[in-house]
């Protein structure tokens, strides 16, 4: 009875490490090397479940080898030290590291990254910085502009106003010497025809 309650609590245990890989990776708190690590021990997990249910019914008669290779012990292992079940497709850094281990090791790489992103956010606060004074810059820079605008747009008006004034000046000394013109005429004629001969 306590067996098939054990086997009742592995087979739900299994189902819930399942569920929890399936939701960490499906919103990628997994990288994806891990997640098929992971998915590697679990399927292991199910064929040794499946193995030892067999087993248990008496579908499967073991042998000590067998039992041993179930259990992970037997004369493969040297000295009485069992293999660990759960190094299948284990990565180099973390081969032969214990649990503890690795969690250094992953708090030692979110140092580095923690590190990584404290001076990508040190150059970022940089940039924003220029950015803010490039800013400040062209805004001066266009105040400048408008003003000179200005400026040009009021020496245009004089100029086009002299211009007006060069051009009425030009046609009243056209006109005035015309009329000098005529005057002097008269006068010579007025002189031509007093003048006794």
Same mark, same amino acid.
Request: proline residues 2%.
């Given at each position: 009875?306590?067996?098939?309650?054990s086997?009742?609590?592995?087979?739900?245990?299994?189902?819930?490490l399942?569920?929890?890989?399936?939701?960490?990776?499906?919103?990628?708190?997994?990288?994806?090397?891990?997640?098929?690590?992971?998915q590697?021990?679990?399927?292991?997990?199910?064929?040794?479940?499946?193995?030892?249910?067999?087993?248990?019914?008496?579908?499967?008669?073991?042998?000590?080898?067998?039992?041993?290779?179930?259990?992970?012990?037997?004369?493969?292992?040297?000295?009485?030290?069992?293999?660990?079940?759960?190094?299948? $497709? +284990? *990565?180099?850094?973390? #081969?032969?590291?214990?649990?503890?281990?690795?969690?250094?090791?992953?708090?030692? %790489? /979110?140092?580095?990254?923690?590190a990584?992103?404290?001076?990508?956010?040190?150059?970022?606060?940089?940039?924003?910085?220029?950015?803010?004074?490039?800013?400040?810059?062209l805004?001066?820079?266009?105040?400048?502009?408008?003003?000179?605008?200005?400026?040009?747009?009021?020496?245009?008006?004089?100029?086009? $106003? +002299? *211009?007006?004034?060069v #051009?009425?000046?030009?046609?009243?000394?056209a006109?005035?010497?015309?009329?000098? %013109? /005529?005057?002097?005429?008269?006068?010579?004629?007025?002189?031509?025809?007093?003048w006794?001969?």
């Amino acid at each position: 009875m306590t067996l098939r309650a054990s086997q009742q609590k592995l087979k739900q245990n299994i189902a819930q490490l399942k569920e929890g890989l399936l939701r960490a990776s499906s919103t990628r708190r997994l990288m994806q090397p891990e997640a098929d690590r992971r998915q590697n021990l679990i399927d292991d997990l199910l064929t040794r479940e499946k193995h030892l249910n067999a087993t248990f019914r008496g579908d499967i008669t073991e042998s000590e080898s067998s039992r041993s290779t179930l259990m992970g012990t037997g004369a493969g292992s040297s000295g009485g030290v069992t293999a660990n079940p759960w190094l299948i $497709n +284990e *990565t180099e850094e973390t #081969k032969g590291l214990n649990f503890g281990e690795i969690k250094q090791q992953q708090q030692r %790489v /979110i140092e580095v990254q923690d590190a990584g992103l404290d001076a990508l956010a040190a150059v970022i606060s940089r940039q924003k910085i220029m950015g803010q004074e490039i800013g400040n810059e062209l805004d001066e820079q266009n105040e400048i502009i408008d003003d000179l605008s200005h400026l040009v747009d009021k020496t245009d008006d004089r100029i086009r $106003n +002299e *211009t007006r004034r060069v #051009k009425l000046v030009e046609t009243k000394s056209a006109s005035c010497g015309m009329l000098v %013109v /005529i005057v002097l005429l008269l006068i010579a004629i007025v002189v031509i025809a007093v003048w006794p001969v």
